[in-house]
């Protein structure tokens, strides 16, 4: 059975889809065979493959909605499968929240193909609604990217309530592995300061290594690729690369 992690914090702009990509393309370098699932009906993730989301007949809003297998829409990309999004997504909850079980969607389009697979990563949007919820009730664990800024932490504690009403309610073994520091800077104090709050105040752990802030992973969604393929030997990609080895089956 493969492992199910969602990436999710409600607050945009913290590297979520960045870390989603950039996990994938480490897991696959150690011949893991990988799925990525972009939930987010902007389709940053399928962007960031290289995948124009303008130009795909099917996604994610397909599955869901027309009940299409996701075996049809699944994209190869590399060494990475992908199930994109593209902004029809946005009108997919309307839809959503008029069927019995909505919560269930992705679970239920994923148990298909998911022992395909040995890792799956799911891109949550930037909120906590059904989209989100669907992302977590397919997990088996959450990832939550952090950027180490003051105000930053602050949507963790409403995540973490979420996850707790999931927990209750759609997936009662659903795990947080940690939070993962973004877009870090070890010149400053404020970075450390921001991940011992989250650790004290939360009481999750804060995966190792912090991922530097770096242009080069910035500029790595504009070239289709991620910052391992873009700048494999920045401190970035290496950061990345050591999260990814650590994402073993966990038992706490």
């Not at 995540?159 to 400053?188: C, H, Q, W, Y």
């Not at 752990?205 to 802030?213: G, R, S």
């Not at 500029?219 to 873009?230: D, I, K, M, W």
């Amino acid at each position: 059975m493969p492992t199910v992690f969602a990436v999710a914090n409600q607050k945009g702009g913290v590297a979520k889809t960045t870390t989603v990509h950039a996990l994938g393309v480490a897991l696959a370098e150690m011949g893991r065979r990988v799925l990525l699932v972009d939930l987010d009906p902007q389709g940053c993730l399928t962007f960031s493959v290289g995948v124009d989301p303008n130009d795909l007949p099917k996604s994610l809003h397909d599955v869901f909605v027309h009940r299409t297998p996701a075996a049809e829409v699944l994209l190869k990309v590399g060494d990475l499968h992908v199930l994109p999004a593209t902004i029809d997504l946005a009108g997919t909850e309307v839809h959503l929240l008029t069927r019995p079980g909505r919560e269930y969607a992705l679970a239920r389009a994923l148990d298909p193909i998911k022992n395909d697979y040995d890792m799956i990563l799911i891109d949550c949007p930037p909120s906590l609604g059904v989209l989100t919820i669907n992302g977590l009730t397919a997990a088996d664990e959450v990832l939550v990217p952090l950027q180490c800024e003051t105000l930053s932490h602050r949507g963790v504690g409403q995540l973490l309530e979420t996850i707790e009403d999931v927990r209750s309610f759609t997936n009662p073994n659903l795990k947080v592995r940690g939070v993962i520091a973004t877009m870090f800077d070890g010149r400053t104090r404020l970075g450390r300061e921001v991940l011992d709050d989250v650790r004290t105040r939360y009481g999750i752990p804060v995966l190792e290594p912090p991922v530097p802030k770096s242009v080069r992973v910035a500029e790595a969604p504009g070239t289709g690729r991620s910052v391992l393929q873009h700048a494999r030997r920045s401190a970035s990609a290496e950061a990345y690369r050591s999260l990814a080895a650590d994402l073993e089956p966990w038992t706490p």
